[in-house]
């Protein structure tokens, strides 16, 4: 939504691109986080699923109070230009211990013009130079193409694989110069 001025603590956190704009996460993007992760179109295939309205509210105080510990964390994904919202990115902690993720989940309708392709390697560049992280890891399905592509685009690495819930999953890494 146009006009939109998330609350920040600290305004290095804040990232731009050619296109777009990303801005940690807080309490002004509930609605808009909450309307991109309980639809199946953008969550279906990230790591827990779509979200309960209650379940968005517990991820933002977490991801807030993160970004406030660690120096990183979820971005919103925004038009540079329009401020409209167009998903999310982050860097987060993966719950089965293989280190810092790289997560993005855009609207289907922008998808496919290299959006996720910039916020991802924006948030990576941010991880490794500004976060000082050492090893960004990023995790996708083996049949989800499409991210595949930006992972591989933005310079991450095939490394191992696994299955989770009888579905083929690849493990990518991307590891600081």
Do not use: C
Request: glycine share 12%; hydrophobic share 45%.
């Amino acid at each position: 939504m146009k006009g939109h001025r998330p609350t920040m603590t600290n305004p290095t956190w804040r990232v731009t691109t050619a296109r777009l704009r990303l801005d940690p996460v807080g309490w002004g993007d509930l609605a808009d986080l909450t309307a991109l992760k309980t639809d199946p179109r953008a969550f279906a295939l990230m790591l827990g699923g779509v979200r309960t309205k209650e379940r968005v509210v517990a991820e933002l105080a977490e991801d807030v109070t993160l970004w406030g510990r660690n120096g990183y964390g979820i971005w919103t994904v925004r038009g540079l230009h329009t401020g409209n919202f167009i998903g999310m990115v982050g860097l987060a902690d993966r719950p089965d211990g293989r280190g810092i993720a790289l997560r993005f989940a855009l609207w289907p309708e922008v998808r496919g013009a290299g959006l996720a392709r910039e916020a991802g390697g924006a948030a990576l560049r941010y991880g490794h130079d500004q976060a000082r992280l050492a090893r960004i890891v990023a995790i996708s399905r083996a049949d989800n193409f499409a991210s595949r592509t930006v992972l591989g685009a933005i310079g991450m690495v095939e490394t191992e694989s696994f299955v989770r819930d009888h579905v083929p999953m690849l493990v990518y890494q991307s590891v600081a110069r």
